[in-house]
């Protein structure tokens, strides 16, 4: 069997098929007996924020996620709280530091909240290692096997841009509710009647921002370490306005599950959003998450709701004859789109509709996007130009221009 016909464990939770998970995320055919790090999908997203609490409850609140295992010092962990969250095939881990000296104090003081691991699950953790060692990556964790009365998890873990790391996971000797360590927990908060059963399905895609000059590097990494292909390229005019720019390369695992957009500034009249970010964040890291939902105006109606903000799309984006003519038919009326500001785009596979909210935290670095995908495999180009130019009026706002 191909890793193309595997679920993760996560997506066997949620009770997601590969058929669901194609229009999703853009699943392609892929056969893994070649591929020397072969990568099964998502595990986990892992967040080291300043009160751990307080924003598991924000993606409950807000985002609809369940929360489904702890650990704590009510648990043992005298260290840091940790809150493991879930919708559908998503899998969020929370984090924030109790004791003075832990790790996750001294990296938030510096960043800010923001993704500090994004876990991969993978079928043989050892290969893994064996390869990305071989291929100069920074080994961080040596395989080793993590074990409680719901079985084992064999894990590593692996350096990438910044101080984000990859830990690798192989959980098929594991029944518990996230890792050893972990206990199951519930929460009291309940949904507004009639809610969704959950605002989003799947990880698409997890964007990385690096210095001027390193994109290549890491485009390289990923390729020479993970065995991962290059899936589209913008630069120039593609990803630019009148006053900033940037330069964009995607990389994708075999079956298109994992896909990473790798950003770095390009000179421009003024700052970019990325090097805003990079100011802000104090270096490399993951600067959006492009969550997949199945119905998008359903779910940025429950998420303005429940307060999230998105960047605001003027009318005359959706009034231009050139973009009616381009996307042709959607699913909705272009008007229903207007409405919530959703962008839409096309290219010769299908289409996508997407919308970005603005940066959940204080300071202006991490955000999410929604996006619905109806046969394409890009990340809107079409709506680059649009969107960068929502970015800039809030960065003015700002004061970071």
């Known amino acids: 069997m191909t890793l193309a016909d595997t679920l993760t464990n996560q997506e066997k939770l949620a009770g997601l098929g ?4 194609e229009q999703l995320v853009g699943l392609v055919a892929y056969d893994d007996t070649s591929d020397p790090f072969p990568v099964t999908g998502w595990d986990a997203v892992v967040w080291a924020v300043g009160n751990a609490t307080q924003t598991a409850h924000f ?3 807000a985002f609809g996620m369940e929360l489904v295992a702890y650990s704590g010092p009510e648990t043992g962990n005298r260290d840091h709280h940790s809150y493991v969250l879930r919708s559908g095939g998503v899998r969020f881990v929370i984090k924030g530091g109790v004791a003075p000296d832990s790790e996750i104090i001294a990296h938030h003081a510096r960043h800010g909240d923001g993704v500090v691991d994004i876990a991969l699950e993978v079928p043989d953790v050892d290969r893994c290692i064996k390869h ?3 291929q100069g990556a920074t080994v961080l964790e040596e395989p080793h096997d993590v074990s409680d009365e719901h079985g084992t998890v064999r894990i590593a873990a692996i350096a990438t841009y910044g101080k984000t790391r990859h830990t690798l996971v192989d959980r098929s000797g594991y029944e518990g509710p996230y890792l050893p360590g972990y206990v199951t927990r519930t929460s009291t908060l309940k949904k507004p009647e009639g809610a969704p059963k959950r605002l989003f399905q799947a990880l698409d895609h997890v964007v990385g921002n690096v210095e001027l000059g390193k994109m290549d590097e890491w485009v390289d990494f990923y390729g020479r370490v993970m065995g ?3 899936m589209a390229e913008f630069i120039g005019d593609d990803i630019a ?8 390369k ?3 695992n075999g079956n298109h599950r994992v896909k990473f957009p790798l950003n770095e500034p390009a000179i421009a009249k003024k700052k970019s959003q990325i090097d805003e970010y990079l100011e802000f964040y104090q270096g490399p890291g993951a600067q959006h998450l492009a969550l997949a939902t199945g119905d998008i105006l359903t779910t940025v109606d429950a998420l303005r709701d429940a307060g999230i903000e998105f960047l605001n799309t003027p009318d005359s984006y959706y009034e231009d004859p050139e973009l009616r003519a381009r996307i042709g038919e959607v699913r909705v009326p272009i008007e229903e ?5 959703i962008l839409v ?3 010769e596979d299908g289409y996508l509709l997407q919308i970005f909210t603005k940066p959940i935290g204080d300071r202006p670095t991490v955000f999410f996007e929604l996006i619905e995908r109806h046969g394409s495999l890009g990340f809107g180009k079409g709506n680059f130009k649009a969107l960068f130019e929502a970015i800039e009026r809030e960065q003015e706002l700002r004061g970071n221009f």
């Open 345 to 347: 785009d096309r290219d």
């Open 132 to 134: 990305a060692r071989a």
């Open 337 to 341: 789109l207007q409405k919530r500001g």
């Open 59 to 61: 993606f409950q609140s």
């Open 228 to 230: 991962f292909t290059n």
């Open 250 to 252: 995607v990389v994708a």
């Open 18 to 21: 590969l058929a669901e998970l």
């Open 241 to 248: 306005t009148d006053y900033s720019a940037l330069m964009s």
